[in-house]
């Protein structure tokens, strides 16, 4: 089953092409991580699958179904999300910020209990609960930033990014968690990263775009072992070497 589909997807900011003639499925309970050069659409590619922009051309699909831009509130709580920003509130603590969807759903009857649930999962002490962002290194920031990302439990969740300012020891850390969560909580994932070594430990498939343009979707041990062009197989030397 594809979770998100796109088909024949073209999308413009003005004059400038960010996705050309884009057709792809992403698998069901698989992280697939989408990399390519600054430009390469990797980012638009996620805000498409999210409704942020309507493609210029084409069609977008997400479980199994045409992407209705009348009804995204419905949609996007299937959805997580998460960038290099974090975007917590400032003002609110760990588990306010973490639990803040309930407000849009009623259904979590005991958001707390949710919440301190995530946080053991990613390393996060529960006696955090009430502290602020402010009060948090970059990486708890981050952790929370998952939790609340995975807070509805979603089926797809968006990453945008969303480690890569962080400093190699925490960024493997959390790596690490993401793993362990989707053995407990399988999940479709899209990952963008600029990082091929992320990849590389991460992800079931590998997206590589260049220009807006596909130049090879497969599973990541053969993107790795028989890149499809030579842009593919200078993209790997470089990022491994």
Do not use: W
């Not at 922009?53 to 977008?60: A, K, N, S, Y």
């Amino acid at each position: 089953m594809k979770v998100a589909e796109f088909a024949g997807i073209t999308h413009r900011y003005n004059d400038q092409v960010a996705i050309k003639n884009l057709s792809i499925g992403f698998e069901a309970n698989k992280i697939t991580a989408i990399i390519g050069m600054s430009g390469s659409g990797k980012s638009t590619a996620l805000q498409l699958i999210n409704g942020l922009v309507r493609p210029t051309l084409g069609d977008v699909r997400v479980f199994n179904q045409a992407l209705n831009y009348n009804e995204l509130t419905s949609m996007r709580l299937k959805i997580g999300y998460m960038v290099q920003n974090t975007g917590l509130f400032p003002h609110l603590t760990v588990a306010q910020n973490i639990s803040i969807a309930s407000k849009l759903t009623g259904e979590q009857t005991n958001p707390l209990n949710r919440a301190e649930e995530l946080m053991e999962l990613v390393n996060i002490p529960v006696t955090f609960k009430k502290k602020y962002p402010y009060q948090l290194s970059g990486g708890e920031q981050q952790r929370v930033g998952i939790c609340r990302a995975l807070f509805l439990n979603p089926p797809l969740l968006l990453m945008d990014e969303p480690l890569g300012a962080l400093d190699p020891l925490t960024r493997h850390e959390i790596q690490n968690e993401i793993r362990k969560l989707q053995e407990i909580e399988p999940r479709s994932i899209l990952l963008v990263t600029h990082d091929l070594r992320e990849a590389k430990k991460l992800a079931d498939f590998i997206v590589v775009m260049d220009s807006g343009r596909l130049l090879q979707f497969d599973t990541t041990e053969n993107v790795l072992q028989k890149p499809s062009n030579e842009k593919v197989k200078k993209l790997i030397d470089a990022s491994l070497s």
